[in-house]
């Protein structure tokens, strides 16, 4: 089960890589400003996290809009993430959670993933601008996507 709704978002340090090098990605940069849309992932370049995170892409000013930044969160490493983003034009941050220190932290840990291996859920946090919980969804299988509907009503609320 993900973390719930209510509960404090935990926060955390996960790397990412732009042009200009590895920056760091800490959720409470976010706190008093904006709310945060994390988007849990199992892995680039695979056929339905490429679909989700181009979608959200081609949509993002509909979050920015609604007072909020998007995250994408995988267990890939931050030179796969940059080479994925740009190969597809991914166009928000995607954050390394190498070591799955916040793939743990928020419960979204995938056994088995791809025979073997852990992975990162595919779920969908809204984190207001105060640390707290505000939607919370881990889909059933990795090739089901969250309702991003459910995530938009909920950020309208908070807008």
């Given amino acids: 089960m ?15 890589k732009t042009a200009e090098g590895l920056r760091d990605v800490r959720l409470s940069e976010n706190f008093g400003k904006k709310n945060t849309v994390l988007l849990f992932f199992p892995a680039a370049f695979t056929g339905v996290c490429t679909n989700e995170m181009c979608s959200i892409s081609g949509g993002l000013k509909d979050y920015e809009n609604l007072n909020a930044e998007v995250i994408g969160i995988s267990v890939d490493s931050p030179f796969a993430l940059e080479a994925w983003a740009q190969k597809e034009r991914i166009n928000f941050t995607l954050a390394s959670d190498l070591n799955k220190t916040a793939t743990h932290a928020y419960d979204v840990v ?35 996507l969250p309702d991003f509907e459910k995530v938009k009503a909920k950020l309208a609320e908070l807008k």
């Fill in 110 to 144: 995938l056994e088995g993933f791809a025979g073997d291996g852990t992975a990162a859920k595919r779920a969908v946090f809204v984190i207001d601008q105060n640390g707290v919980i505000q939607y919370s969804e881990a889909t059933p299988t990795p090739k089901e």
């Fill in 2 to 16: 993900p973390l719930p709704v209510g509960s404090k978002a935990p926060d955390f340090t996960l790397k990412t």
